[in-house]
T-cell receptor, first 113, second 112 residues
Framework: QKEVEQDPGPLSVPEGAIVSLNCTYS??????FMWYRQYSRKGPELLMY????GNKEDGRFTAQVDKSSKYISLFIRDSQPSDSATYLC?????????????FGTGTQLKVEL | NAGVMQNPRHLVRRRGQEARLRCSPM?????VYWYRQLPEEGLKFMVY????????ESGMPKERFSAEFPKEGPSILRIQQVVRGDSAAYFC??????????FGPGTRLTVL
């Protein structure tokens, strides 16, 4: 069983839709959670970073963490064609730097006009 | 403030040759990480370095792979005697004293 599970998609939605992307994890040591966006043949770009259960909002993006269920989500409101990319969840056990990230396999999202 | 820089962006090697991948972290970042991304897979951690020290190499294959981050100059990921299975995208990330890792554009290695 993988430590982090993520539906690979592809997920296709119309422009303006609300997108929900999810990851589950099995290692209860994970405490810090990130979402990265990766365009084709580019490096991952950090979107959201959170360490507490609950919601964190940044513009059209909301990150949600439920540590009791070992489940994290990223919501994208008013999705745009420019949001078409692969979204990777990542997590690490502790803060303070110097910890390797464990990634999901990524969900490919396509937002269509 | 320039981001993480990696070169070359594309590298083609024949089986048995050596591959050297370079990474210059963001200014002020003292932590460097290398990850490998195989087709249809997520990024897999390989090694974590600070200046002149390897801190965690738990993700590095036991043979043919090595990494360094010298006092001066970029971090180097070296793969000796490459095989076709080494074909992948190799990403470097850097961070200050935090968990926020910033990734470079990657080096895409193709082994013929």
């Amino acid at each position: 069983q993988k430590e982090v599970e993520q539906d690979p998609g592809p997920l296709s939605v119309p422009e303006g839709a609300i997108v929900s992307l999810n990851c589950t994890y099995s290692n209860s040591a994970f405490q810090y959670f990130m979402w990265y966006r990766q365009y084709s043949r580019k490096g991952p770009e950090l979107l959201m970073y959170t360490y507490s259960s609950g919601n964190k909002e940044d513009g059209r993006f909301t990150a949600q963490v439920d540590k009791s269920s070992k489940y994290i989500s990223l919501f994208i409101r008013d999705s745009q064609p420019s949001d078409s990319a692969t979204y990777l969840c990542a997590m690490t056990p502790a803060g303070g730097g110097g910890n390797k990230l464990t990634f999901g396999t990524g969900t490919q999202l396509k937002v269509e006009l | 403030n320039a981001g993480v820089m990696q070169n070359p962006r594309h590298l083609v090697r024949r089986r048995g040759q050596e591959a050297r991948l370079r990474c210059s972290p963001m200014k002020g970042h003292s932590h460097v990480y290398w990850y490998r991304q195989l087709p249809e897979e997520g990024l897999k951690f390989m090694v974590y370095l600070q200046k002149e020290n390897i801190i965690d190499e738990s993700g590095m294959p036991k043979e043919r792979f090595s990494a360094e981050f010298p006092k001066e100059g970029p971090s180097i990921l070296r793969i000796q005697q490459v095989v076709r299975g080494d074909s992948a995208a190799y990403f470097c990330a850097s961070s200050p004293m935090s968990d926020t890792q910033y990734f470079g554009p990657g080096t895409r290695l193709t082994v013929l």
